[in-house]
Nanobody, 122 residues
Framework: QLQLVESGGGLVQPGGSLRLSCAVS????????IGWYRQAPGKEREGISL????????FYEDSVKGRFTVSRDNAKNTVYLQMNSLKPDDTAVYYC???????????????WGKGTLVTVSA
């Protein structure tokens, strides 16, 4: 089972940027994908991005497309989520999760990090 640890959250003003990191450790006997999710207060968790460990193929949910960029550094076993043009609606706890499938569905994720809080406010 993979272990995931997120970092990089914090307070940022609207229009600002943050980069989240997801450190991945554990045995990886086959290709996997890393998804980024967020859960705002009073709202359901939503999947916002996905990246493949094999070829870097990415997926973005419409609300973050063009503003967020997911990338990976396989040498460091770390996945990043660069978030630009942040809006107050982006305020949430952000989680990374791992799946042996190419899937953004939360139910297909095998492992989850504990999350990091992002607050977008003036």
């Amino acid at each position: 089972q993979l272990q995931l640890v997120e970092s990089g959250g914090g307070l940022v003003q609207p229009g600002g940027s943050l980069r989240l990191s997801c450190a991945v450790s554990g045995f990886t006997p086959k290709p996997y994908s890393i998804g980024w999710y967020r859960q705002a207060p009073g709202k359901e968790r939503e999947g916002i991005s996905l990246i493949s460990s094999v070829d870097g193929t990415t997926f973005y949910e419409d609300s973050v497309k063009g503003r967020f960029t997911v990338s990976r550094d396989n040498a460091k076993n770390t996945v990043y989520l660069q978030m630009n043009s942040l809006k107050p609606d982006d305020t949430a706890v952000y989680y990374c999760a791992a799946s042996w499938l190419w899937s953004i569905h939360a139910g297909d994720m095998e492992s989850w990090g504990k999350g990091t809080l992002v607050t977008v406010s003036a």
